[in-house]
């Protein structure tokens, strides 16, 4: 049974950073593209980025680009995200999430973790 356990969210100003990190059990970690997601009440579920077992490709959401960085540890079953340059629309919770890299869809989801920027 695949588990994604989220840490790292919190509050922080405008401007400043924040890192999230996942820790995955339950799965041949190299075998999974892992990815985080992040929403909103009211909004359906967004893509910010996602990273291959080997490092890369990375991709991100055009928003997130050039202030946020997807890394992973094959080692350590981990998976992070560091926010740079926060902005007050990066505001949701956060979501760790796992797919086989022949599947096409993210299957395995963790329970999220809160990021709120204020000005």
């Known amino acids: 049974q695949v588990q994604l356990v989220e840490s790292g969210g919190g509050s922080v100003q405008a401007g400043g950073s924040l890192k999230l990190s996942c820790a995955a059990s339950?799965?041949?970690?190299?075998?999974?593209?892992m990815g985080w997601f992040r929403q909103t009440p009211g909004k359906e579920r967004e893509f910010v980025a996602s990273?291959?077992?080997?490092?890369?490709?990375?991709l991100y959401t055009d928003s997130v680009k050039g202030r946020f960085t997807i890394s992973r540890d094959n080692a350590r079953n981990t998976v992070t995200l560091q926010m740079d340059n926060l902005k007050l629309e990066d505001t949701a919770v956060y979501y760790c999430?796992?797919?086989?890299?022949?599947?096409?869809?993210?299957?395995?989801w963790g329970q999220g973790t809160q990021v709120t920027v204020s000005s």
């Open positions: 990273i291959y077992w080997s490092g890369r490709p990375t």
């Open positions: 339950g799965l041949t970690f190299s075998s999974y593209v």
């Open positions: 999430a796992a797919r086989l890299a022949i599947a096409r869809s993210f299957g395995s």
